[in-house]
């Protein structure tokens, strides 16, 4: 029998990472979804098994937390459990409406901590053993609000803290470039979720599409790239 792929989404207890985890399994994927809060967490996956014949595991991982991604590591190790792939989806938003200059730095790196060290962490913890195997497919789960091509002023730390995941996608997609591993960042669009509200133009389902498309990419799929609905979009 070929063995599922196994996929990693961090910050999947809601939102647009609970939505991508279902729509991994639903492809036959073997799903780690992982959640800050442990319990939340073994909730989600519950309610995914639920509702069809899919394997959804569950983990804790706080990605701003080193010490989480080891014990995670470690855990994974145990089991003898690969990462084939990873979603780097977890994020925080503050301060939307703050102007750059009253952004307190502390603010600024508690965001940066989430959004960008958290991603990079996640990915020196599983991207090696990905170029090792040759394959591995990593979808940095980004914004348009990141985009230098059209920032003005909206949420600067957030933007901030996307425009540099954006660069690191292009760090490692070129880093790792001809080894098997694919290296994206996606933009959802605006969606509604608890971060989008309810005023957003897009269900998860829409949000989540171009990132599990990109989890999924083949062999010949791009690396290093930004898209939305499926299409490169400026950085
Ligand atoms: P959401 O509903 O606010 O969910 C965010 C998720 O991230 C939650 O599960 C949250 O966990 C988790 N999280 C936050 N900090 C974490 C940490 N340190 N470790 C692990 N998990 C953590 O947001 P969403 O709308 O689903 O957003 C998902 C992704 O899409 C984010 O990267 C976001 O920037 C991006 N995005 C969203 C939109 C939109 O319109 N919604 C637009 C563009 C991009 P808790 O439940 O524990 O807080």
């Not at 938003?93 to 200059?101: N, Y």
């Not at 957003?200 to 599409?209: F, I, L, P, Q, W």
Request: contains cysteine; glycine residues 8%.
């Amino acid at each position: 029998m070929v063995q599922s792929r196994v996929a990693l989404v961090t910050g999947a207890n809601r939102g647009i990472g609970l939505e991508v985890c279902r729509q991994l399994a639903v492809r036959r994927y073997r799903v780690i979804l992982t959640a800050r809060d442990g319990s939340k967490a073994e909730a989600a996956a519950r309610m995914l098994r639920a509702a069809g014949d899919l394997d959804v595991q569950h983990a804790r991982l706080d990605v701003a937390d080193p010490q989480s991604i080891r014990t995670l590591v470690d855990e994974l190790a145990e089991r003898s459990e690969n990462v084939d792939v990873l979603v780097n989806n977890a994020a925080i938003l503050l301060g939307e409406d703050q102007a750059v200059l009253d952004v307190p730095v502390d603010e600024l790196r508690r965001t940066f901590e989430t959004n960008v060290f958290g991603a990079v962490g996640v990915a020196h913890a599983f991207v090696p053993g990905m170029v090792e195997r040759r394959f591995g497919r990593v979808v940095n789960v980004s914004s348009e609000a990141g985009q230098l091509a059209s920032m003005r002023t909206y949420a600067p730390a957030y933007a901030m803290s996307k425009a540099a995941l954006n660069a690191f996608t292009v760090q490692l997609g070129e880093a790792t470039r001809g080894t098997g591993v694919l290296v994206n960042s996606a933009c959802p669009g605006w969606v509604r979720t608890d971060m989008g509200g309810p005023g957003a133009s897009r269900s998860v389902e829409e949000g989540a599409d171009t990132i599990v498309w990109l989890a999924t990419l083949s062999s010949r799929g791009p690396t290093a790239g930004f898209f939305s609905d499926r299409r490169a979009i400026p950085w």
